[in-house]
């Protein structure tokens, strides 16, 4: 029944996300207002006020000092996120979240938000036919369905004069995630063609790297449920330890190599038809605009085939356990240059074998990024190959072993000097509703979700049987079938040779006398039993074997 009701949905239904930028506060009077305060459709009420679902409130910002590796202050719409576009927006209450409080927290479900309910993300690989299938099917769908509900930025606040010419565009449920990714992630625009500031990302090479990526991946969770209505649908992960080469790069999961063009997808996949955008950074900064989220092509990958002077290699087993045994969230100047830093060594500027920052080679996160030689090797871009979000779970997996290994305090995640977007007080760029850092130095259980690797060993043997048990079940119908099938032709051939017997037994002609005796082979004398026979040969015929 799933694919109907996908057609259904690409047909008829367009759902929301919690991402940048609400289309009713992409308005000119919403950006003179600075205000993004849409009502809820349940009361009509602004942010749901009226049912006690939130209230529109004034954004409080943190006046902690960043790091030293950002020198401005004031130039790049991202800094104090969101009061360049608006200081005031929906603060929620209780359980519930989103940019009008119409939907729930992570973990909550129901109409009031009061059922709480625990999410498994599963290991790819124990997935069955059909949910792979499920998977690639609903990906393609987000691919191919225009978001309802928001717009992306096209121009800064400034292009936009202050808000008076707003400049957004339309994009599919997926791309939308594209552009996110991009957008916290591109070069600072100083003004002007090549007057840029490469060295700042408001998610990466920073503390904020792995809470951010973990709300990331929880919103796009959400969104495919609502797109889909499939409210048990996680996010699979890709184990990477150890593989030889890019394991889920296969027709019936990410996409196989075409045997034309070995820097494209296979035309059995259909993420072959797939197109990229936000991927051309270098292109972007010499003429100092955003991406327009315009086509720039087909998606790209060909794995294996990179730098080697860049990444040896995947990760290993002995890699991942050394990174986790590092203690220290984050050291020194929390950025690529940090030791001992599990974040860092995570992140793949320090050295897994050591703990040092600012590694020659790209390890761990970085390592599989680079390893995949096409979209998903540019930071801005690479959120256009699916295989991100398999790679994502998996590194989000490492961060919560590392979470419940080291149980860490509040307090290590830090409050100040982390570098531009990064200190716990701050708002993740370019999230509404809004989300601060530390909220999400916490364990996934807490959010709502679990990972089978993480599970007791009995129940990580019986998850690793579920594809094999599934397909069991599909087949046990005909299997059944079968077995009644040959019960019955058997008892028919039984009867038929019973009646056989019966019928031969009263035979009168000579003959059936013969067939009283034992019977051997081979037979070389005439087929006659006895001179009886023979002497009434006149009326039968005679045969020889």
Same mark, same amino acid.
Request: proline content about 6%.
């Given at each position: 029944?799933?694919? /109907?009701?996908?057609?259904?949905?690409?047909?008829?239904?367009?759902? +929301?996300?919690?991402?940048?930028?609400?289309?009713?506060?992409?308005?000119?009077?919403?950006?003179?207002?600075?205000?993004?305060?849409?009502?809820?459709?349940?009361? !009509?009420?602004?942010?749901?006020?009226?049912?006690?679902?939130? &209230?529109?409130?004034?954004?409080?910002?943190?006046?902690?000092?960043?790091?030293?590796?950002?020198?401005?202050?004031?130039?790049?719409?991202?800094?104090?996120?969101?009061?360049?576009?608006?200081?005031?927006?929906?603060? *929620?209450?209780?359980?519930?979240?989103?940019?009008? *409080?119409?939907?729930?927290?992570?973990?909550?479900?129901?109409? #009031?938000?009061?059922?709480? +309910?625990?999410?498994?993300?599963? #290991?790819?690989?124990?997935?069955?036919?059909?949910?792979?299938?499920?998977?690639?099917?609903?990906? #393609?769908?987000?691919?191919?369905?225009?978001?309802?509900?928001?717009?992306?930025?096209?121009?800064?606040?400034?292009?936009?004069?202050?808000?008076?010419?707003?400049?957004?565009?339309?994009?599919?449920?997926?791309?939308?995630?594209?552009?996110?990714?991009?957008? $916290?992630?591109?070069?600072?625009?100083?003004?002007?063609?090549?007057? $840029?500031?490469?060295?700042?990302?408001?998610?990466?090479?920073?503390?904020? &790297?792995?809470?951010?990526?973990?709300?990331?991946?929880?919103?796009?969770?959400?969104?495919?449920?609502?797109?889909?209505?499939?409210?048990?649908?996680?996010?699979?992960?890709?184990?990477?330890?150890?593989?030889?080469? *890019?394991?889920?790069?296969?027709?019936?999961?990410?996409?196989?190599?075409?045997?034309?063009?070995?820097?494209?997808? =296979?035309?059995?996949?259909?993420?072959?038809?797939?197109?990229?955008?936000?991927?051309?950074?270098?292109?972007?900064?010499?003429?100092?605009?955003?991406?327009?989220?315009?086509?720039?092509?087909?998606?790209?990958? #060909?794995?294996?085939? %990179?730098?080697?002077?860049?990444?040896?290699?995947?990760?290993?087993?002995?890699?991942?356990?050394?990174?986790?045994?590092?203690?220290?969230?984050?050291?020194?100047?929390?950025?690529?240059?940090?030791?001992?830093?599990?974040?860092?060594?995570?992140?793949?500027? !320090?050295?897994?074998?050591?703990?040092?920052?600012? =590694?020659?080679?790209?390890?761990?996160?970085?390592? /599989?990024? $680079?390893?995949?030689?096409?979209?998903?090797? =540019?930071?801005?871009?690479?959120?256009?190959?699916?295989?991100? /979000?398999? %790679?994502?779970?998996?590194?989000? =997996?490492?961060?919560?072993?590392?979470?419940? +290994?080291?149980?860490?305090?509040?307090?290590?995640?830090?409050?100040?000097?982390?570098?531009?977007?990064?200190?716990?007080?701050?708002?993740?760029?370019?999230?509404?509703?809004?989300?601060?850092?530390?909220?999400?130095?916490?364990?996934?259980?807490?959010?709502?979700?679990?990972?089978?690797?993480? @599970?007791?060993?009995?129940?990580?043997?019986?998850?690793?049987?579920?594809?094999? $048990?599934?397909?069991?079940?599909?087949?046990?119908?005909?299997?059944?079938?079968?077995?009644?099938?040959?019960?019955?032709?058997?008892?028919?051939?039984?009867?038929?040779? @019973?009646?056989?017997?019966?019928?031969?037994?009263?035979?009168?002609?000579?003959?059936?006398?013969?067939?009283?005796?034992?019977?051997?082979?081979?037979?070389?004398?005439?087929?006659? *039993?006895?001179?009886?026979?023979?002497?009434?040969? %006149?009326?039968?015929?005679?045969?020889?074997?």
């Amino acid at each position: 029944m799933w694919p /109907l009701r996908l057609t259904c949905l690409l047909l008829f239904c367009v759902s +929301r996300t919690y991402q940048q930028f609400p289309r009713s506060c992409a308005s000119r009077d919403a950006l003179l207002s600075k205000q993004c305060c849409p009502p809820w459709d349940g009361d !009509g009420s602004a942010c749901g006020a009226s049912s006690g679902r939130g &209230f529109c409130e004034f954004v409080e910002v943190t006046d902690q000092p960043d790091g030293l590796q950002y020198p401005f202050s004031g130039l790049d719409d991202r800094e104090k996120w969101p009061l360049v576009f608006y200081n005031r927006t929906c603060q *929620c209450a209780g359980n519930f979240m989103g940019f009008n *409080c119409g939907e729930c927290k992570f973990g909550y479900f129901g109409i #009031n938000c009061n059922e709480r +309910r625990e999410s498994l993300r599963r #290991n790819i690989f124990h997935m069955s036919r059909s949910e792979r299938s499920r998977l690639v099917s609903y990906l #393609n769908l987000a691919k191919q369905t225009m978001s309802r509900d928001y717009v992306v930025a096209t121009g800064t606040y400034m292009e936009m004069g202050n808000g008076s010419n707003p400049m957004f565009t339309n994009v599919s449920v997926y791309d939308l995630f594209v552009w996110i990714h991009y957008y $916290v992630s591109r070069s600072a625009l100083l003004g002007g063609p090549g007057n $840029v500031w490469t060295d700042v990302d408001f998610a990466h090479w920073a503390p904020a &790297f792995l809470p951010w990526h973990r709300v990331y991946l929880l919103h796009w969770e959400h969104e495919i449920r609502k797109l889909t209505g499939d409210t048990s649908f996680t996010i699979p992960y890709w184990d990477w330890r150890d593989a030889q080469g *890019c394991d889920v790069c296969t027709d019936d999961l990410m996409g196989d190599q075409s045997p034309q063009d070995p820097n494209l997808l =296979s035309p059995g996949s259909v993420f072959s038809s797939w197109r990229i955008l936000c991927s051309q950074a270098a292109d972007y900064n010499s003429r100092g605009v955003l991406c327009d989220a315009r086509d720039e092509g087909q998606l790209r990958r #060909n794995p294996g085939n %990179h730098n080697r002077n860049l990444v040896e290699r995947l990760p290993t087993s002995a890699e991942v356990e050394f990174t986790l045994s590092l203690a220290d969230y984050d050291t020194g100047a929390m950025d690529r240059s940090a030791n001992m830093s599990f974040r860092n060594t995570l992140e793949g500027f !320090g050295d897994p074998r050591t703990g040092l920052g600012n =590694s020659a080679r790209m390890n761990m996160h970085a390592a /599989l990024h $680079v390893f995949m030689n096409g979209s998903m090797s =540019s930071v801005q871009g690479s959120a256009n190959d699916p295989i991100f /979000l398999l %790679h994502h779970a998996y590194v989000d =997996s490492l961060y919560e072993q590392w979470l419940r +290994r080291h149980t860490p305090l509040p307090s290590q995640y830090p409050a100040s000097n982390a570098p531009v977007g990064h200190n716990s007080e701050y708002h993740m760029v370019p999230f509404i509703p809004l989300h601060r850092n530390r909220e999400y130095f916490i364990s996934s259980k807490d959010l709502g979700y679990e990972y089978t690797n993480l @599970l007791s060993v009995s129940q990580r043997l019986s998850e690793s049987m579920h594809p094999y $048990v599934e397909e069991l079940q599909n087949v046990w119908p005909w299997l059944l079938m079968t077995s009644f099938c040959g019960g019955i032709l058997t008892v028919a051939i039984v009867a038929a040779v @019973l009646t056989a017997k019966r019928r031969y037994r009263g035979l009168s002609w000579p003959l059936a006398r013969c067939w009283k005796k034992p019977f051997s082979l081979p037979e070389r004398q005439p087929l006659i *039993c006895s001179n009886e026979i023979a002497e009434n040969s %006149h009326r039968n015929y005679q045969t020889t074997m």
